[in-house]
């Protein structure tokens, strides 16, 4: 019988497998946005994916993940888990979805069985193209990376600046 080693690395290797085959669940698990059809693939729902375009598009004209919040609720759209207040995580994670181009990136996290740690190129990391439908164009979502960057930059050097005073 394998030991417990074996059995984690024979349970990575089929994990792995099914990351480079995109058969892996993970490739398909929900997302605001799409809908899971019948045979396992993603299609648009066409409800959520204008709310995924009108989040995108107003954080891309410089409003907070406070104002999206607030302007989510006003409109009575109700969060990906149905409560009708969305939190800034929520919207922040949504905005860093290449799930949203088309793409899923499959592990980007590895565990190291004690903790999951971010994939910085420790292992292959696997880019399914055109498994699903884009939602938001490959521009927009580069732009709002770029812009997510620079807040996170400017919001520390404002925090930075702070301390001296």
Same mark, same amino acid.
């Given at each position: 019988? +394998?030991? =417990?080693?074996?059995?984690?690395?024979? %349970?990575? =290797?089929?994990?792995?497998?099914?990351?480079?085959? &995109?058969?892996? $669940? +993970?490739?398909?698990?929900?997302?605001? @946005?799409?809908? !899971? =059809?019948?045979? &396992?693939?993603?299609?648009?729902?066409? #409800?959520?994916?204008? !709310?995924?375009?009108?989040?995108?598009? *107003?954080?891309?004209?410089? $409003?907070?993940? @406070?104002?999206? =919040?607030?302007?989510?609720?006003?409109? @009575?759209?109700?969060?990906?888990?149905?409560?009708?207040?969305?939190?800034?995580?929520? %919207?922040?994670?949504?905005?860093?979805?290449?799930? /949203?181009? &088309?793409?899923?990136?499959? *592990?980007?996290?590895?565990?190291? &069985?004690?903790?999951? %740690?971010?994939?910085?190129?420790? +292992?292959?990391? /696997?880019?399914?193209?055109?498994?699903? #439908?884009?939602?938001?164009?490959? #521009?927009?979502?580069?732009?709002?990376? *770029?812009? $997510?960057?620079?807040?996170?930059?400017?919001?520390?050097?404002?925090?930075? +600046?702070? *301390? /001296?005073?």
């Amino acid at each position: 019988p +394998m030991n =417990a080693f074996e059995k984690s690395e024979a %349970i990575k =290797a089929s994990l792995r497998k099914g990351f480079q085959d &995109g058969s892996s $669940k +993970m490739a398909k698990r929900r997302c605001y @946005g799409y809908d !899971v =059809a019948s045979d &396992g693939t993603l299609v648009i729902n066409p #409800e959520e994916a204008k !709310v995924v375009v009108w989040i995108f598009e *107003q954080y891309k004209v410089g $409003k907070s993940l @406070g104002k999206i =919040a607030a302007g989510l609720e006003q409109q @009575g759209i109700l969060s990906p888990t149905g409560k009708p207040k969305w939190n800034r995580e929520t %919207i922040d994670k949504l905005l860093s979805k290449e799930k /949203y181009t &088309g793409r899923v990136l499959l *592990q980007k996290t590895i565990s190291t &069985g004690a903790a999951q %740690i971010k994939n910085d190129g420790l +292992m292959d990391r /696997y880019l399914h193209t055109e498994t699903h #439908e884009a939602i938001i164009s490959d #521009e927009i979502f580069d732009t709002v990376q *770029q812009e $997510k960057l620079y807040r996170s930059k400017s919001s520390e050097n404002t925090l930075s +600046m702070k *301390q /001296y005073f």
